[in-house]
């Protein structure tokens, strides 16, 4: 498939439409049946391209202008609205990526329509995607969010824990949002610290994933364990413990950063 090339204004030139439709839940519209996929063009309800149509240009996959486009409460008939997080690592790359891509900007497009700082409606800033106040000059770029994830490793086992946010019985690894003032390193030290008592030596970077929850970028990392015994906070971690791959509990689904990494520390692909 062609590569995605974002872009602020419609080319006059692209032969077809491609639109991200978003629940006000912050769910993507897809085809009631599989394989998954997105509904098919259709009118756009309004003009695209600006804060008071709701519809906005994110860019070209080769001759198809995209855009993202608040939906209706109610799914049309045929089509039904499916959880990002499945769609995300469901559809074919660059779809899944743009998906996200799709809500992070409605929602940035949605927030700022009047400055934070005087409450004057905000203008596009034209040049980037970049919204700017008429009044007082305040410059609100899409905000993104980091936090870090981690496999920590002792030996050939890896350390997996639950959260109490998860559903069912699923492990995954360390993972946490980056404070003010810190850096990556800082912020893996302490939530391993903070979720699973631990000291952790070679902290190594291993790549990142966007992550649209709201606005998430993860940053995954590996590091090594200090000697020391696992102590969990008890509030966010439940249960941790160390596992090798032939005692594996349920991970997280392939795809994501975190199953990336449990794989890669335990050599399975
Ligand atoms: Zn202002």
Request: glycine content about 10%.
């Amino acid at each position: 498939m062609a590569t995605f090339v974002p872009g602020l204004t419609p080319p006059a030139d692209c032969a077809a439409v491609l639109t991200f439709i978003v629940s006000p839940a912050g769910d993507l519209l897809v085809v009631s049946s599989e394989p998954l996929r997105l509904p098919g063009p259709g009118p756009l309800s309004a003009a695209p391209g600006s804060a008071a149509t709701g519809s906005v240009f994110l860019g070209r996959l080769g001759d198809t202008a995209c855009f993202a486009q608040w939906g209706p409460e109610v799914a049309p008939a045929g089509t039904e609205y499916r959880n990002l997080r499945e769609v995300l690592l469901r559809l074919d790359e660059p779809l899944g990526p743009l998906a996200g891509r799709a809500r992070q900007v409605l929602e940035w497009d949605r927030d700022h329509r009047y400055c934070g700082r005087c409450g004057t409606r905000m203008q596009d800033k034209g040049d980037e995607r970049a919204r700017v106040c008429p009044a007082c000059a305040h410059l609100c770029f899409p905000r993104i969010s980091p936090a870090i994830i981690v496999g920590i490793t002792r030996g050939d086992r890896i350390l997996l824990c639950r959260n109490r946010r998860f559903a069912g019985v699923m492990y995954s690894i360390v993972a946490g949002f980056v404070d003010v003032g810190e850096t990556l390193e800082q912020t893996v030290e302490r939530e391993v610290a903070e979720e699973v008592g631990l000291r952790v030596r070679n902290i190594r970077y291993f790549g990142s994933q966007s992550w649209p929850f709201p606005s998430g970028l993860m940053l995954g990392f590996t590091a090594e364990a200090e000697p020391g015994d696992i102590r969990v906070d008890g509030d966010e971690i439940v249960e941790a413990d160390w596992y090798t791959a032939a005692n594996l509990p349920t991970i997280p689904r392939p795809g994501s950063i975190s199953r990336c990494i449990i794989d890669s520390l335990l050599g399975r692909g």
